[in-house]
């Protein structure tokens, strides 16, 4: 990769780098290990493969794409893997005022519902609440926009349903 190619990689990735922070969180939120492990993943896979990026989408689609598969391939793999001991984190509490720790509550409960969706399922669900477009959403995932329309709205309704009954 030259020069100029560094420097462009660089800056596109700075100024997206949350869409793979929202990947990992939205696939590992609670086992933070994971979440870092995998994050590294993608970046390793998203400079790789820099030099393939042609600018036929856009550079957020295009990482979108390659965190989501490389997310869901770490997926795949770790369920062959032998279940690992997780360790909590017990210590590190911080005060804070009810309105946050009921907000983060809600957040945590949201993500635990995201949690127990399908891969494809959960790329779907962090996409549409990144406000990518339906054409968006299909063009990354490779399904059809009434295919993602169709699994939306099943998601959405098994989210609720997880969410009033807090699981």
Request: aromatic letters at 10%.
């Amino acid at each position: 990769m030259n020069s100029s190619m560094h420097d462009q990689f660089l800056k596109d990735l700075n100024q997206n780098i949350g869409i793979v922070h929202r990947v990992c969180t939205t696939f590992f939120f609670n086992d933070w290990g994971e979440r870092e492990d995998v994050l590294q993943e993608i970046m390793y896979q998203l400079w790789k493969s820099y030099p393939h990026f042609n600018g036929a989408s856009k550079f957020s689609t295009w990482m979108y794409k390659v965190s989501l598969n490389t997310a869901i391939t770490h997926v795949r793999k770790s369920k062959r893997a032998p279940e690992k001991e997780k360790l909590t984190d017990k210590y590190n509490q911080i005060a804070e005022s009810n309105e946050q720790l009921h907000t983060e509550e809600k957040m945590k409960l949201l993500y635990a519902g995201i949690h127990t969706l399908s891969a494809i399922d959960k790329s779907i669900i962090l996409l549409y609440l990144e406000e990518n477009s339906y054409d968006e959403i299909a063009s990354i995932t490779g399904l059809t926009k009434t295919n993602v329309s169709v699994r939306l709205v099943r998601i959405k309704k098994s989210l609720e349903e997880k969410l009033k009954s807090n699981f």
